[in-house]
């Protein structure tokens, strides 16, 4: 029982220098066997080998093989060798052979390996913000259609 | 063309080639700069160096210096160094120099460091069977 106790002291003994040592670029890792649902954040790295029911938001998420995430993937580079259902943008991508994608990959620069599984739109990030822009642009002029009657309305109603 | 790309990280290696990362027991670190907003299950070891807002569930998990856990911690072994705001539940609990723990402490065998914070029950259990989160 004392043998027990000092082993599980030195165990944590070993790890809590690590957590203190200030992780500088040193990635997350979610492990094959863990499963998450929920959303992740962060501002460093994060490697995927588990489950991942959520969004993940990070600098660079690197989805490893046999992962899986059904979620959107955002990121500044986005490394898919697993299996990702849900949307992935980012401004670098790429895509290994064994990665199985089903969703829009939004992108700057995009590299699929022969072999790999995609399944959905691809589209450029600034292409999308065009897009984004025509839609403000249309949702902007209607709303100033919309005015406009109102406007005469009240002129109407004034004479 | 794929290898200009991922000079920062190989796709099969993980960053710098570490081998860590792919044959190892499993074992899942949360560094600090990650915060995750729900729940986390697997059999294996979880280190929380971040933020977890949610319950956490392993074998063995160890909240770091810097680790933050806002929900109950289920494992057969916990290691606390860091903060946690609810129940904890594992046959071990060890509460380290700097823990700060508020909830109950359901625990088989317990450990408190000198410095260690505490505020709760501290109720003890025979045998504390780990009850899955979620469905695998």
């Known amino acids: 029982m004392f043998t027990q106790g000092s082993k ?10 690590s957590g203190s040592g200030g992780n500088g670029g040193e990635p997350s890792v979610i492990s094959a066997d863990l499963k998450i649902i929920g959303d992740l954040h962060c501002a460093g790295d994060v490697q995927i080998k588990g489950t991942v029911e959520g969004d993940i938001r990070s600098r660079t998420v690197t989805v490893g093989e046999g992962a899986q995430v059904t979620g959107a993937v955002y ?19 790429t895509v290994a052979r064994s990665a199985k994608i089903q969703g829009d990959v939004i992108h700057d620069s995009l590299a699929v390996e022969a072999g790999a599984h995609l399944e959905g739109q691809c589209r450029r990030l600034d292409s999308k913000a065009v897009a984004e822009a025509n ?3 249309r949702k902007l002029g209607t709303t100033e259609q919309a005015a406009e009657p109102g406007k005469r309305a009240a002129g109407g109603s004034g004479t | ?11 099969r ?27 986390l299950q697997t059999d294996g070891q979880i280190e929380v160096d971040g933020r977890v807002i949610g319950n956490v569930s392993g074998r063995s998990v160890i909240v770091g210096e810097h680790g933050q856990v806002e929900g109950s911690i289920l494992a057969e072994m916990v290691t606390i160094f860091g903060i946690a705001v609810g129940p904890v539940q594992a046959n071990k609990v060890r509460l380290g120099n700097t823990a700060q723990v508020v909830g109950n402490i359901f625990h088989n065998e317990l ?26």
């Open chain 2, 1 to 11: 063309m794929l290898r200009n790309t991922t000079a920062a990280i190989d796709i």
């Open chain 2, 111 to 136: 450990t408190v460091e000198p410095g260690a914070h505490h505020e709760g029950r501290r109720p003890w259990r025979p045998n504390i069977e780990r009850k899955p989160i979620f469905e695998r």
């Open chain 1, 135 to 137: 839609t403000a642009a």
């Open chain 1, 75 to 93: 990121g500044q580079a986005v490394h898919v060798s697993g299996s990702v259902t849900g949307q992935i943008e980012a401004p670098t991508v």
């Open chain 2, 13 to 39: 290696r993980g960053p710098g080639g570490r081998d860590s990362w792919p044959g190892d027991a499993p074992r899942t670190v949360i560094q600090d700069d990650l915060t995750i907003i729900g729940d």
């Open chain 1, 8 to 17: 599980s002291a030195d165990e944590s003994g070993q790890t809590a220098p």
